[in-house]
């Protein structure tokens, strides 16, 4: 084909929308709690029912001098939030930003891939990349803990969303480079 958008073309533009996808939904589109200015709201929401906020496991010896023995002093940060101070959210963000220029930087091999065996195995790593784009959110990194959380009600199912579409995309495309474009 000498289209100045071939079908190899449009297939690798069609997987850098969905890395841009993965850098732009938790920053810009539905974005995470840090990026949509509910940092503050949520450093002093309470904790969900059942759970104990930070530092509501910390000794009473330790919250002062008169401290009565099995008081705990009120939680002023919740479980979500890390050492550095961002909740957990801010590092799903990262790491889906990071897992979007990866799969930026496979759709531009996919433009120089020859065979349609390379292709396969840049389809197929993309696949793989849908599955850890899965992953990030629900069992690696996670989101924070309340359902009303921007992160929790918008970001995290838009990333499920995109990742169960680009594995079913890269799989279908990696099989139809198998199946019909050998020989």
Same mark, same amino acid.
């Given at each position: ?5 071939? /079908?190899? /073309?449009?297939? +690798? ?10 850098? @732009? ?8 709690? !840090?990026?949509?200015?509910? +940092? +503050?709201?949520?450093?002093? &929401?309470?904790?969900?029912?059942? !759970?104990? $906020?930070? #530092? +509501? ?9 008169? @401290? ?6 009120? &939680?002023? !940060?919740? *479980? !979500? ?11 799903? $963000? ?10 930026? %930087? #496979? ?22 990349? $849908? ?21 929790? $009600? ?7 969303? *995109?990742?169960? %579409? *680009? %594995?079913? %995309? @890269? ?13």
């Amino acid at each position: 084909m000498s289209n100045i958008l071939s /079908k190899g /073309k449009i297939l +690798a533009l069609l997987y850098t929308v969905a890395g841009v996808l993965y850098i @732009a939904v938790p920053h810009v589109l539905l974005p995470v709690c !840090e990026y949509a200015g509910a +940092a +503050a709201a949520h450093h002093h &929401a309470a904790p969900p029912h059942g !759970e104990q $906020a930070y #530092g +509501a496991h910390t000794p009473p010896e330790r919250h002062g001098a008169g @401290a009565v023995p099995g008081h705990q002093e009120p &939680a002023t !940060e919740p *479980l !979500e939030h890390s050492k550095s101070g961002h909740v957990v959210c801010f590092w799903t $963000a990262g790491a889906e930003a990071g897992l979007g220029g990866l799969v930026i %930087f #496979g759709s531009l091999l996919l433009l120089f891939a020859g065979s349609p065996e390379r292709r396969s195995g840049i389809t197929l790593s993309l696949a793989g990349s $849908a599955v850890l784009g899965a992953l990030i959110p629900t069992l690696l990194i996670g989101v924070c803990q309340q359902e009303s959380m921007p992160c929790r $009600a918008g970001t995290q199912p838009a990333l499920l969303l *995109l990742s169960g %579409f *680009l %594995f079913l %995309f @890269a799989l279908l495309h990696s099989f139809y480079l198998i199946k019909y474009r050998k020989g």
